[in-house]
């Protein structure tokens, strides 16, 4: 699920890296040593990302962060990310059944 970078603070990017920093770019759940800026690419597997634990963008309090290496962070929202996809089905299915009751009428 793409970020929505306007709930994210205007110093997000820093947040982010210091915490990354903070870490020794070690992912937090499984320990993974992640790419430091400025390392080749390789494999988006060793990206560190830093996830919001209250899947809260606007919350930076730092005990709601945790580096996490992209795999990690995928399965920590995974339970997150089907909840809203199946929330936001709910909703247009809502809004579309209220128009037909509309145009019934």
Not at 38 to 61: C, M, Q, S, Y
Request: aromatic content about 4%; some cysteine; overall charge positive.
């Amino acid at each position: 699920m793409p970020m929505d970078t306007k709930r994210y603070p205007s110093e997000w990017k820093k947040i982010a890296t210091e915490k990354k920093k903070a870490v020794g770019w070690k992912c937090e759940v499984c320990g993974k040593q992640c790419r430091r800026p400025g390392e080749k690419f390789d494999t988006h597997k060793r990206t560190l990302t830093v996830a919001h634990l209250n899947h809260t963008p606007e919350d930076v309090r730092p005990e709601n962060l945790k580096a996490m290496c992209a795999p990690c962070h995928l399965r920590y929202d995974a339970k997150h990310h089907a909840e809203t996809r199946m929330n936001k089905k709910k909703a247009a299915l809502e809004k579309r059944r209220k128009e037909m009751e509309d145009d019934a009428t």
